[in-house]
Nanobody, 122 residues
Framework: VQLQASGGGLVQAGGSLRLSCTAS????????FSWFRQAPGKERAFVAA????????YHADSVRGRFTISRDNAKDTVYLRMNNLQPEDTATYYC????????????????WGQGTQVTVSS
Protein backbone atom coordinates (compact mmCIF):
# COMPACT_ATOMS: atom_id res chain seq x y z
CA VAL A 1 0.00 0.00 0.00
CA GLN A 2 1.32 3.44 -0.94
CA LEU A 3 0.07 6.61 0.68
CA GLN A 4 0.30 10.12 -0.73
CA ALA A 5 -0.47 12.99 1.63
CA SER A 6 -1.16 16.57 0.63
CA GLY A 7 -2.82 19.75 1.82
CA GLY A 8 -0.44 21.16 4.39
CA GLY A 9 0.60 24.78 4.51
CA LEU A 10 0.97 27.95 6.53
CA VAL A 11 -2.10 29.35 8.25
CA GLN A 12 -2.84 31.89 10.95
CA ALA A 13 -4.23 30.85 14.31
CA GLY A 14 -7.95 30.23 14.05
CA GLY A 15 -7.68 29.20 10.42
CA SER A 16 -8.51 25.91 8.70
CA LEU A 17 -6.86 23.36 6.47
CA ARG A 18 -7.89 20.06 4.93
CA LEU A 19 -5.35 17.30 4.53
CA SER A 20 -5.84 14.49 2.03
CA CYS A 21 -4.28 11.04 1.89
CA THR A 22 -4.77 8.92 -1.21
CA ALA A 23 -4.01 5.22 -1.05
CA SER A 24 -2.99 2.91 -3.85
CA UNK A 25 -2.05 -0.73 -4.07
CA UNK A 26 -3.56 -3.51 -1.96
CA UNK A 27 -5.96 -1.38 0.06
CA UNK A 28 -8.25 -4.38 0.61
CA UNK A 29 -5.84 -5.48 3.33
CA UNK A 30 -6.26 -2.24 5.30
CA UNK A 31 -8.49 -2.03 8.40
CA UNK A 32 -7.73 1.48 9.60
CA PHE A 33 -6.43 4.74 8.19
CA SER A 34 -5.05 7.34 10.55
CA TRP A 35 -3.30 10.65 10.89
CA PHE A 36 -0.34 11.15 13.19
CA ARG A 37 1.75 14.27 13.73
CA GLN A 38 5.26 14.94 14.84
CA ALA A 39 6.59 18.26 16.07
CA PRO A 40 10.36 18.92 16.24
CA GLY A 41 11.91 17.11 19.18
CA LYS A 42 8.71 15.23 20.02
CA GLU A 43 7.39 11.74 19.49
CA ARG A 44 5.01 10.95 16.64
CA ALA A 45 1.54 11.23 18.15
CA PHE A 46 -1.89 9.91 17.21
CA VAL A 47 -4.35 12.48 15.86
CA ALA A 48 -7.33 10.64 14.36
CA ALA A 49 -8.36 7.33 12.81
CA UNK A 50 -11.17 5.93 10.71
CA UNK A 51 -12.13 2.37 9.95
CA UNK A 52 -12.01 1.63 6.23
CA UNK A 53 -15.21 -0.40 6.52
CA UNK A 54 -17.81 0.76 8.97
CA UNK A 55 -18.43 4.05 10.67
CA UNK A 56 -16.20 4.39 13.74
CA UNK A 57 -13.87 7.36 13.95
CA TYR A 58 -11.43 8.18 16.72
CA HIS A 59 -9.88 11.51 17.66
CA ALA A 60 -7.21 12.47 20.16
CA ASP A 61 -8.42 14.57 23.08
CA SER A 62 -6.24 17.47 21.96
CA VAL A 63 -8.06 17.80 18.64
CA ARG A 64 -11.56 16.54 19.38
CA GLY A 65 -14.14 19.14 18.38
CA ARG A 66 -11.68 20.91 16.06
CA PHE A 67 -10.45 18.17 13.72
CA THR A 68 -12.59 15.68 11.82
CA ILE A 69 -11.39 12.59 9.97
CA SER A 70 -13.44 11.21 7.11
CA ARG A 71 -13.04 8.87 4.17
CA ASP A 72 -14.18 8.45 0.59
CA ASN A 73 -13.88 4.78 -0.27
CA ALA A 74 -14.64 5.37 -3.95
CA LYS A 75 -11.58 7.62 -4.17
CA ASP A 76 -9.41 5.60 -1.76
CA THR A 77 -8.89 8.86 0.09
CA VAL A 78 -8.92 9.87 3.73
CA TYR A 79 -9.30 13.48 4.82
CA LEU A 80 -8.47 15.43 7.95
CA ARG A 81 -10.43 18.64 8.28
CA MET A 82 -8.69 20.93 10.77
CA ASN A 83 -10.55 23.95 12.13
CA ASN A 84 -9.52 26.57 14.68
CA LEU A 85 -5.86 25.71 14.23
CA GLN A 86 -3.51 26.79 16.99
CA PRO A 87 0.29 27.22 17.08
CA GLU A 88 0.59 24.00 19.08
CA ASP A 89 -0.84 22.14 16.07
CA THR A 90 2.31 22.96 14.11
CA ALA A 91 3.88 19.67 13.04
CA THR A 92 4.52 17.34 10.16
CA TYR A 93 1.35 15.33 9.62
CA TYR A 94 1.59 11.73 8.44
CA CYS A 95 -1.13 9.46 7.14
CA UNK A 96 -0.83 5.80 7.99
CA UNK A 97 -2.59 2.52 7.23
CA UNK A 98 -2.91 -0.58 9.35
CA UNK A 99 -3.94 -4.16 8.70
CA UNK A 100 -3.82 -4.87 12.45
CA UNK A 101 -6.49 -4.35 15.10
CA UNK A 102 -4.81 -1.56 17.07
CA UNK A 103 -5.58 2.10 16.49
CA UNK A 104 -3.64 4.51 18.71
CA UNK A 105 -0.05 3.30 18.59
CA UNK A 106 2.31 4.13 15.75
CA UNK A 107 3.57 0.57 16.03
CA UNK A 108 0.19 -0.73 14.85
CA UNK A 109 0.70 0.80 11.41
CA UNK A 110 2.32 -0.94 8.47
CA UNK A 111 2.32 1.83 5.90
CA TRP A 112 3.19 5.53 6.09
CA GLY A 113 2.89 8.47 3.77
CA GLN A 114 5.67 10.99 3.26
CA GLY A 115 4.31 13.67 5.60
CA THR A 116 2.93 17.14 4.96
CA GLN A 117 3.93 20.21 6.95
CA VAL A 118 1.36 22.27 8.82
CA THR A 119 2.55 25.55 10.32
CA VAL A 120 0.25 27.74 12.38
CA SER A 121 1.37 31.29 13.13
CA SER A 122 0.15 33.23 16.15
Amino acid sequence: VQLQASGGGLVQAGGSLRLSCTASGRTSSVNTFSWFRQAPGKERAFVAAVKWRGSPTYHADSVRGRFTISRDNAKDTVYLRMNNLQPEDTATYYCAASSKSGIYSKYDYDYWGQGTQVTVSS
